[in-house]
């Protein structure tokens, strides 16, 4: 569900993915992005998203495994 929203709001996705540092530079840069560029740089901002999402899954698939390990 994440990556359907970081096709309509990449700062939005990025905050959920729990980044919200990175969430807020990312909105700060999308916004005069999008109005400039007509929304020429839009797939930039989704690609992004996109590694952030993927980059905190697996981040919690491998703390998953560390503690069934520990178990």
């Given at each position: ?15 959920i993915?729990?980044?919200?540092i990175v ?10 992005a999008?109005i400039?560029?007509?929304g ?7 690609l992004l998203?996109w ?5 905190s899954?697996?981040e919690?698939r ?6 069934d390990r520990r178990?």
């Amino acid at each position: 569900m994440n990556y359907v929203l970081a096709l309509l709001l990449p700062p939005l996705s990025i905050l959920i993915a729990g980044r919200p540092i990175v969430a807020l530079i990312v909105f700060i840069v999308w916004v005069p992005a999008i109005i400039f560029s007509g929304g020429l740089t839009h797939p930039m901002f989704i690609l992004l998203a996109w590694i952030l999402i993927y980059q905190s899954g697996e981040e919690r698939r491998h703390r998953a495994r560390m503690d069934d390990r520990r178990d």
